[in-house]
């Protein structure tokens, strides 16, 4: 009785399991990458957005821009302000007071943090004026 010989046969099984396996990690790779682009383009648009508000910013408080009128000015809106203080008293030599203005957050990117917020800093003097403000991002819930 002849031996069938199923050398071939498993060749091609093995050379169709690679095939399979290449495209497989293709695949991965190629989504991965197209999520890392669309996470880029959202982080772009959200950084325009802080662009946007802090043109609108200095066009209202210039530098120089007394301290209390920004504060009243937030105070009658429903906007995110984070508050940072040196000190207690203003009229401190130390004192330097930076706002966070709070413009998109998100689900952080980094996956140790929680939250990412993107916004502008505005930074306050021992004058209790407006020093300068920026773009900034920051992270919530890093360990």
């Known amino acids: 009785m002849p031996?069938?010989?199923l050398g071939g046969l498993r060749n091609s099984?093995?050379?169709?399991?690679y095939s399979?396996?290449?495209?497989?990690?293709l695949a991965i790779v190629l989504g991965v990458r197209e999520c890392a682009r669309y996470g880029d383009r959202k982080w772009d648009q959200r950084l325009a957005q802080a662009a946007a508000f802090k043109r609108e910013f200095d066009q209202r408080f210039p530098a120089g821009a007394r301290q209390a009128d920004v504060d009243a000015y937030f105070q009658s809106r429903t906007i995110d302000v984070k508050k940072y203080l040196t000190s207690?008293?203003?009229d401190d030599p130390t004192y330097l007071g930076e706002y966070f203005i709070v413009v998109s957050r998100a689900k952080s990117r980094a996956w140790y943090c929680e939250i990412d917020f993107v916004g502008v800093k505005a930074t306050f003097g021992g004058d209790g004026h407006l020093r300068k403000s920026e773009v900034e991002a920051w992270s919530s819930g890093c360990p």
């Open 3 to 5: 031996r069938l010989h």
């Open 13 to 17: 099984f093995l050379a169709s399991g």
């Open 20 to 25: 399979i396996a290449t495209m497989l990690v």
């Open 88 to 90: 207690d008293r203003p």
